[in-house]
C-alpha cells in the first residue's frame, strides 16, 4: 500500500545532541510537509517542500532543518536538540491539485534529556 | 488570514449515543475541509473531506458531515459513538499547499 513512513517512531536524544528524524513516502506526491506536535496542541507547521522549493515558517527556530534529497525522502535536523524540542513530529504529503487533502506518517516521538 | 474554530475542546458522550463536534471556518470563498482523528500517539487519519461536492459528507467508520455556507460551519457527526471512537478530532481548513489551517482540536471520550 501507498504510504507516508516514519522513522523511527521513537527517539530519544540528549540535551544538545542533534537529531535527525526521516520520512520516506511511496506515494509520489511534490509536496512534503514537517509539523511539529505538542502534547494536547493542533499540529504546528515547521517547513515544507513544494516539489524542491523550500519553504520555511517565519516562527521556526533556527534549530530545525530539512532536507529534501528526492521526492520520496525528507529528513528533519534539529541541531542542538533543547528540552522544549521534546514533541510528535509528523509527516505529511499532499499532491497540488483539487483538494490538498494531506496523508500523515505515524510520527516520531521526540525525548530530550 | 483563515481561522478553523472547535467549539468545544472536550466532548464527552455514551456509549451509543450520537456525537457532535463542532467547527467554523472563517473563509469567504468555498474551502477545502476536513476532518482528521488522531488516537494517542498515532499520526493523523482523513476521516472525510468536503470539496465543493456535495454538502452532506459521508467518511469512514459511520462518521458524516454537513458544510453549510450559510453558516460557515462543518460539524461532525456519528449516530452511535463507539467506544474506539475515543480521540482527538482535528477540523482543517486547505485552500492552496501553502496554506493549512488547523483547528484546536476536540478530545471526545466515550463512556462505557
Known amino acids: 500500500d501507498a504510504m507516508v513512513i516514519q522513522n523511527p517512531r521513537y527517539q530519544v536524544t540528549q540535551f544538545g545532541k542533534p537529531v535527525t528524524l526521516s520520512c520516506s513516502q511511496t506515494?509520489?506526491?511534490?509536496?512534503m510537509y514537517w509539523y511539529q506536535q505538542k502534547s494536547s496542541q493542533a499540529p504546528k507547521l515547521l517547513f515544507h517542500y513544494y516539489d524542491k522549493d523550500f519553504n520555511n515558517e517565519a516562527d521556526t527556530p533556527d534549530n530545525f532543518q530539512s532536507r529534501r534529497p528526492n521526492t520520496s525522502f525528507c529528513f528533519l535536523d534539529i541541531r542542538s536538540p533543547g528540552l522544549g524540542d521534546a514533541a510528535m513530529y509528523l509527516c505529511?504529503?499532499?499532491?497540488?491539485?483539487?483538494?490538498?487533502?494531506?496523508?500523515f506518517g505515524p510520527g516520531t516521538r521526540l525525548t530530550v534529556l | 488570514a483563515q481561522s478553523v474554530t472547535q467549539l468545544d475542546s472536550h466532548v464527552s458522550v455514551s456509549e451509543g449515543t450520537p456525537v457532535l463536534l463542532r467547527c467554523n471556518y472563517s473563509?469567504?470563498?468555498?474551502?477545502?475541509l476536513f476532518w482528521y482523528v488522531q488516537h494517542p500517539n498515532k499520526g493523523l487519519q482523513l476521516l472525510l473531506k468536503y470539496t465543493s461536492a456535495a454538502t452532506l459528507v459521508k467518511g469512514i467508520n459511520g462518521f458524516e458531515a454537513e458544510f453549510k455556507k450559510s453558516e460557515t460551519s462543518f460539524h461532525l457527526t456519528k449516530p452511535s459513538a463507539h467506544m474506539s471512537d475515543a480521540a482527538e478530532y482535528f477540523c482543517v481548513e486547505g485552500g492552496s499547499a501553502r496554506q493549512l489551517t488547523f483547528g484546536s482540536g476536540t478530545q471526545l471520550t466515550v463512556l462505557p
Open positions: 505529511a504529503t499532499t499532491k497540488t491539485g483539487a483538494s490538498y487533502e494531506q496523508f
Open positions: 473563509s469567504s470563498y468555498s474551502p477545502s
Open positions: 506515494l509520489n506526491h511534490n509536496v
